[in-house]
């Protein structure tokens, strides 16, 4: 793990950082707590480790809860290299997105199924760098959250990651392999849903909720798209993680 | 409407009263605000509008939100007179009980629908009363909540009643009417659901939350009987109200 670059505003501290071919960046309070939780945000689709809305609600969480909070960029994002197969399936989202967003469905559903496969190491290996790190060590809890293709590979990395205590998962196109997924995850998860967007279809989340094999979660369903997620919503799930990391720690 | 009694004891004002054969209580903060919301709280099957639960969620709500809260007893309940019909399914539930938890729900169907059919005219008969009162008024937002039978009375009056801006709905056996009564239902709810009861299966609750029609609603999984509804779940079901409540106001 290489550190590139570290600046400081607003009491956080951003760094980023390279372990092997992947490029990442951690936040933590510029008072940091041994012990306080890590949170491991997976981006959207087409987004990369500082979309500006990953980048506010990681700062809200180190500013207010006094988490660190780590995003990397998922293959072929972020300026990482695009691979020739990764290539034909943005461009067949791209013409699918403007005959129907509808269309959208059994392409993402391979694009994101092929990036979730390649994504799950690539945050092994960096919670295993960062765990070998002083500062962050093994003993804080550590909790995932994500929306669209974060929540794809968030619940193949939680289904296959015994390290991950709690997560939150924002609205997602639901295919076959998710619902596999889901039925090994038996850890605290909260799912925020959009019942009014164009591109995301909402009650196939119900049967994702349903399928997760968790004695604990939450469901809300919001009004409006997926970008809109309101701030009580928003405020749940970071209760939700934060009485769950604690129970963890 | 009469008032039979009244008593007060750590800042809460409890009031008694009859509307016609109806018995319900009210509870008020001592210093009571113009306008805060007034909450309707459904009792379980089998208990009665004092419920140990159920007033110490009413003392919570006045306490803490400075709400007024009401409750009256369903029709058999809590001293009033229980005809013969009700007597009979009373009895058939207690066998029923005996031989096995699961076989209670056919009759908790008919019993339970037939409560709530006689229940709903006695709760908007009652809310007719207490609005017409100068201390309570027409200008609070109305809000509802109960559990089981609480929950089968709730929402066939939500579904008919356009004053209850918002409900909040604890664990319920599902049959067949409730989705018919869901479908008819715009307004914020939250459900909470108990994933390890004896008595009350819980798939079906995420049948009846796709049922509701409300573009905003939310749903919660916790751990354990449908006695036990954790404190987060709680504090969230009153967060769900407050914000709903406020934006009615």
Request: aromatic share 6%; charged share 20%.
């Amino acid at each position: 793990m290489y550190f590139t670059s570290e600046s400081s505003s607003n009491r956080v501290v951003e760094r980023h950082f390279t372990v092997d071919d992947i490029t990442g960046v951690i936040w933590t309070p510029e008072t940091d707590s041994a012990g306080a939780p890590l949170i491991l945000c997976g981006h959207s689709g087409g987004m990369h480790k500082q979309a500006p809305g990953l980048v506010a609600h990681a700062q809200h969480l180190v500013t207010r809860h006094g988490y660190s909070v780590v995003a990397i960029d998922a293959p072929g994002h972020g300026g990482r290299p695009r691979n020739e197969q990764d290539q034909q399936w943005v461009d067949a989202l791209r013409a699918a997105r403007a005959k129907g967003p509808r269309l959208m469905g059994p392409i993402i559903a391979e694009y994101n199924s092929s990036l979730a496969e390649r994504a799950v190491p690539e945050w092994q290996a960096t919670l295993d760098a960062l765990q070998a790190l002083p500062e962050i060590g093994t003993e804080r809890p550590v909790g995932y959250g994500g929306t669209t293709l974060g929540t794809v590979v968030g619940l193949k990395l939680v289904a296959a990651e015994p390290r991950i205590a709690a997560a939150a998962f924002g609205p997602v196109i639901v295919f076959d392999a998710l619902l596999e997924w889901a039925k090994q995850i038996t850890i605290p998860v909260d799912f925020q849903v959009a019942w009014e967007d164009p591109e995301i279809d909402p009650r196939p989340s119900l049967k994702l909720f349903d399928a997760c094999a968790s004695r604990d979660k939450a469901l809300h369903v919001y009004p409006g798209e997926h970008r809109e997620t309101p701030r009580l919503a928003a405020d749940g799930t970071d209760r939700f993680l934060t009485k769950h990391l604690r129970t963890a720690a």
